[in-house]
């Protein structure tokens, strides 16, 4: 059976007060339309046509052109968004699915399970509906005593006793493709906005004497997205889903009310995630690791049995059992191999550290390649800038040890196995096995303080005023 898809994605949506077209935002790291387009797809939906608007190159960039456009000049109602598409219907036999191009959470499950239902009952048409707690706004869906449909009614048009129906309208349908042209081919403008519904075919097509059907789903799949308000809501229930997926594959998620995770993630099996964690783009995660508390992970690869502690991860490799944080920050193109520890106030970036080198506090190192078991003491800085434009780091080979408070200027190559005296400023290289020093030679002044007038005595730094917050 052909299925092919006609998805709306012409609106301006300036309730989302935005410069970019609202199906262009952004859900859970993915853009809304190309939610509707993945869902479709794995529907076996096997073309589909898209009716844009004024911001088509943005939808353009996102789809390709593996899906078929049909701009809309003129904006006059769903039913003649959708007749945009009767070119493109033409000779068609099979299935049309007709949606939204603001409805993210619209899954294949739902699609597959409405064209079942069209084959098994043989309907002319299937409505995809949910149940409403507060249907205002809402078309109801009216049934006769056999469960088909009767009609759709608008809420501004329900009487008293439509009105108490909960069943709504999703503006999500199946059609067989020869009976959407027909019934397109009859819609008419008379009412008060001078605009085609979608809605009218259904009407029309009951008044032919065929059968519509309407197929019950959660009100969640049916959701639209048309203000910030309603983008936040499908992040919230987008991203517990994709919790939910990550937990039912072997992952602990400790709070999935402050965890974010986008839909392109994976994470094996006994990897713990802790609150207020965010991981983004195409990010892996090994088994067994631990992701602490309020650590952004976005792009990066992180191999298996790694701890990461309140830290920031871009664009970069870590490799297995390795420490990193808290308060570490991997900056993009940095590739740490295994057994690596990057303890607290740590600034990688576009360097390449190899196996069991340690950076325990207070370091940065910038476009620099980090041999094997190199130790970092406390405050060393890798000088990657001369104040030229491009910035060029050091080679710190093998086996080196820097002692603390050390700044190796950008070129120099530490040999391997050579030691850096704490306190020194490195300017040129060091050899293999070599003790490099760049430090002045100390001086005492006896008698400076009180000859000074410096002594300190029982001055006492008073504490800071407490901070009130209402």
Partial sequence: MEICAVVMAAGEGTRMKSKHSKVVQMVAGKPIVKWVADALADANCEEQVYIVGDKQDEIRKILGEEVAYVFQEQRLG????????????????????????????????????????????DYAAVVITSIAEDATGYGRIVRDSEGNVVKIVEHRDANEEEL???EVNSSMYVFKTALLLSALGRLG???????????DTIGILIGDGLNVGANIVSFDDTRGVNDRYQLMQAARIINKRILHKHMANGVQIMDEDTIWINEGVKIGRDTLILPG??????????????????????????????????????????????????????????????HVTLGAYVEVKSSTIDEYTRARHLTYIGDST?????????????????????????????????????????????GKDSYIAAGSTITSDVPPLGLGIGRARQTNKEDWVSTRNRIRGAKYIELDRMRYEV
């Fill in 277 to 338: 964690c965010t991981i983004t783009g195409e990010s892996q995660i090994g088994e067994d690791c631990i992701i602490g508390e309020n650590t952004r992970i976005d792009n990066s690869f992180i191999g298996n049995s790694t701890e990461i502690d309140n830290s920031i991860v871009t664009d970069s490799s870590i490799g297995e059992e390795c420490r990193i944080g808290p308060f570490t920050h991997i900056r993009p193109l940095s590739i740490i191999r295994d």
């Fill in 370 to 414: 980090i041999g094997k078991n190199v130790n970092f003491g406390c405050g060393t800085v890798t000088c990657n800038y001369d104040g030229q434009e491009e910035k060029i780091g050091c080679v710190i080979e093998d086996n080196v040890f820097i002692g603390g408070n050390s700044n190796i200027l950008s070129s120099v190559v530490l």
């Fill in 164 to 166: 108490k129906i909960k």
């Fill in 189 to 199: 403008s008379q009412n008060a906005q001078k605009e085609y519904y979608l809605t």
């Fill in 78 to 121: 769903t039913g003649h968004a959708v007749m945009q598409a009767a070119p493109f219907l033409e000779g068609r036999n099979g299935y049309t699915v007709v949606l939204p191009g603001d409805s993210p959470m619209i899954t294949a499950d739902t699609i597959n399970s409405s064209v079942k239902m069209m084959e098994e009952g």
